[in-house]
């Protein structure tokens, strides 16, 4: 008899964290580092109810210390009175994109073991249901996936990296079926578009060559940059408005968000007030109600002529390549759910902490820190999908409706970090720019 995707606790507000990280032992059990295709099947109760179809990605990340893996489905729409499925994703097109109105579930991985055989799989999940606008989130229960070592179908670009099986509850009762796929190295994928008036300069490296893409690359994002040059009316020496980026963002033919993760950097002369970069699309109240699409970074604002800058005093910003390819991260760290981080020299610290914090011989920039803090690159590769892609939740949401971190996240181990780095919690009440 099937049964229904219940238990006790099912329907209560849960508060939620992102996964642990699981032992060594368990980083051999059969799931390759990367991102896996899911197409999940839940039983509902009685014979005349067709079951409930999902799909999804589950993200698998791998070290030297163990293993983190959580995941997020989305509600496959039949297409017709006969149950008929359609937009199944092609697994043959690397990490699918999903529509946002679909999304149900976040996945949190609790446990990978091995099966019965050999390349078989054991794995324990916690499902978490997202209750929509109101950014709320209640438990679904726990559940094991029996999975199969199999001939992966066509398309999948790794024919012995695929799993199916069955999910059972905590009772060991069937609760429907599933099969796991891998389909890329990188756990998420989006392309950022940057775009700059007459006049200003494109951020798209720091001095020593390092580039959007390598930056994303060590957190396991696969980005892809365009570039392109507009033509906007400049709206003079005040520089611009929220809402003139708003407008300048809805010009011409609109993105489609739920078919792609772009997000937007806009390159201006100045921006009102005067401030070196802003997420400006915070919270989705502009003309098109989309949140976190698009920043800006005003490439003529000009660097104090004071000693704490350093080498760069003084200098019109876009001419000063470290500090303003630095900022453009930042701003669009933000644009990904991420608030300001004063642990380290990172990039979600703003730039003139960075600077105020300088010590000698150094002289800033050389104090900036060219990477994500350990907490923020957990962020982003294993906050739900919603909190991430553009177009989902607004910001400062991030941290008060998903799940928060796990406590071994919040000082990684030596070979997880950076350098020297170590982290601490956020620091939530600081403005939006950097």
């Known amino acids: 008899m099937a049964t229904a995707l219940t238990s006790p606790a099912a329907g209560a507000e849960a508060a939620l964290r992102l996964p642990d990280r699981l032992a060594a032992a368990s980083a051999g059990a059969g799931l390759r580092p990367g991102c896996h295709l899911v197409r999940l099947t839940l039983d509902r109760e009685g014979t005349a109810t067709p079951p409930v179809e999902y799909d999804g990605t589950l993200r698998v990340e791998r070290d030297a210390v163990g293993t983190v893996a959580s995941g997020d489905l989305y509600l496959r729409r039949p297409s017709g009175l006969g149950g008929s499925l359609s937009h199944e994703p092609d697994p043959a097109a690397g990490?699918?994109?999903?529509?946002?109105?679909?999304?149900r579930y976040y996945v949190r991985v609790t446990d990978i073991a091995p099966g019965e055989g050999v390349g078989d799989v054991s794995l324990d999940v916690e499902l978490e249901r997202y209750g929509g606008a109101a950014g709320k989130w209640s438990r679904e229960g726990g559940f094991t996936a029996d999975l199969t070592r199999a001939q992966a179908p066509p398309g999948y670009p790794s024919a012995g990296d695929f799993l199916r099986g069955d999910v059972l509850d905590a009772s060991r009762r069937r609760a429907g079926g599933v099969t796991i796929g891998w389909i890329a190295d990188r756990l998420r994928r989006a392309v950022i578009e940057v775009e700059c008036v007459d006049g200003c300069e494109a951020p798209l490296a720091n001095a020593a060559g390092m580039d959007w893409r390598s930056i994303f690359a060590a957190i396991g994002w696969d980005v892809a940059v365009t570039h392109t040059l507009v033509e906007l009316a400049d709206p003079g020496e005040d520089g611009w408005s929220d809402a003139e980026l708003h407008a300048a963002l809805s010009r011409g033919d609109q993105v489609d968000l739920d078919a792609e993760w772009r997000f937007r950097l806009l390159c201006v002369r100045r921006l009102r007030p005067d401030e070196r970069g802003r997420m400006f699309d915070a919270a989705g109240t502009d003309s098109n109600k989309v949140p976190r699409e698009g920043a800006a970074i005003a490439a003529h604002w000009m660097i104090p002529d004071e000693e704490q800058w350093g080498l760069v005093r003084h200098l019109r910003f876009g001419t000063a390549t470290d500090p303003y390819f630095r900022t453009a991260v930042h701003e669009i760290g933000h644009a990904m759910g991420l608030e300001h981080n004063t642990a380290e020299n990172g990039f979600m610290r703003p730039t003139d902490a960075i600077s105020r914090g300088v010590i000698p011989p150094q002289r800033f920039p050389?104090?900036?820190?060219?990477?994500?803090?350990?907490?923020?690159?957990?962020?982003?590769?294993?906050?739900?999908?919603?909190?991430?892609?553009?177009?989902?939740?607004?910001?400062?949401?991030?941290?008060?409706?998903?799940?928060?971190?796990?406590?071994?996240?919040?000082?990684?181990?030596?070979?997880?970090?950076?350098?020297?780095?170590?982290?601490?919690?956020?620091?939530?009440?600081?403005?939006?720019?950097?």
Do not use: K
Not at 376 to 397: C, K, N
Not at 400 to 422: H, K, N, Q, T
């Open 366 to 434: 050389e104090n900036v820190v060219w990477a994500y803090q350990d907490e923020d690159a957990r962020r982003l590769r294993h906050l739900p999908d919603p909190w991430v892609r553009p177009g989902g939740v607004p910001f400062r949401l991030a941290y008060l409706g998903a799940p928060s971190l796990p406590r071994d996240a919040m000082v990684a181990p030596p070979s997880c970090s950076s350098g020297s780095r170590r982290s601490t919690s956020p620091c939530r009440s600081a403005p939006r720019y950097g």
């Open 95 to 103: 990490i699918p994109v999903f529509a946002r109105n679909d999304y």
